[in-house]
T-cell receptor, first 113, second 111 residues
């Protein structure tokens, strides 16, 4: 079974802190994604990556950055956390070609106070 | 731009059939997915449609009409464990093959 593991289930951070959310997948998938999920808004794409050291902006990249130094790991960085970044963050991975389903991690519920 | 609409909530009875609709607008349609998400858990893949028609997989079926920008997920012989959110997602090849999700439909199955 494909496993996508996010480093934390719950995080509480202070406004202005730099926050790292880590995601690791164990099935050699090329594609990795970061979404945030908010009530009534569904999943919104923050960043995605098709290959190592490659990244593309999603629909809401402002206030975030990403890093993909190794194929299995995709990190989401909140440069200076703000209260409006309180959300559920979901990491996903998928195989090439791009029309295959995504496998999601369990999510990280981040609260910024 | 892109837009995906699905009902916010639905209620159905155990053993019945329920149809969850999804309409979408996108400039570069490249496939439609349905995912199931139980409360507090990760979404899991249910179905994928890229051509018009019905795809059947056990108790779940998914239909696509590209000309109408319309899909539905059909759940038969409903069970209590089917109570979950159902997410419609569209892949768009413009801007790098992004997958855009709808807000999801919360389905409540009652005895």
């Amino acid at each position: 079974d494909v496993k996508v593991t996010q480093s934390s289930r719950y995080l509480v951070k202070r406004t202005g802190e730099k926050v790292f959310l880590e995601c690791v997948q164990d099935m050699d998938h090329e594609n990795m994604f970061w979404y945030r999920q908010d009530p009534g808004l569904g999943l919104r794409l923050i960043y995605f990556s098709y290959d190592v050291k490659m990244k593309e902006k999603g629909d809401i990249p402002e206030g975030y950055s990403v890093s993909r130094e190794k194929k299995e790991r995709f990190s989401l960085i909140l440069e200076s956390a703000s209260t409006n970044q309180t959300s559920m963050y979901l990491c996903a991975s998928s195989l090439q070609p791009i029309n295959t389903e995504a496998f999601f991690g369990q999510g990280t519920r981040l609260t910024v106070v | 731009g892109q837009n995906i609409d699905q009902p916010t909530e639905m209620t159905a009875t155990e053993g019945a059939i329920v149809q969850i609709n999804c309409t979408y607008q996108t400039s570069g349609f490249n496939g439609l997915f349905w995912y199931q998400q139980h409360a507090g858990e990760a979404p899991t893949f249910l179905s994928y449609n890229v051509l018009d028609g019905l795809e059947e997989k056990g108790r779940f079926s998914s239909f696509l009409s590209r000309s109408k920008g319309y899909s539905y997920l059909l759940l038969k012989e409903l069970q209590m464990k089917d109570s979950a959110s159902y997410l419609c997602a569209v892949r768009d090849r413009t801007g790098g093959f992004k997958t855009i999700f709808g807000a999801g439909t919360r389905l409540f199955v009652k005895a």
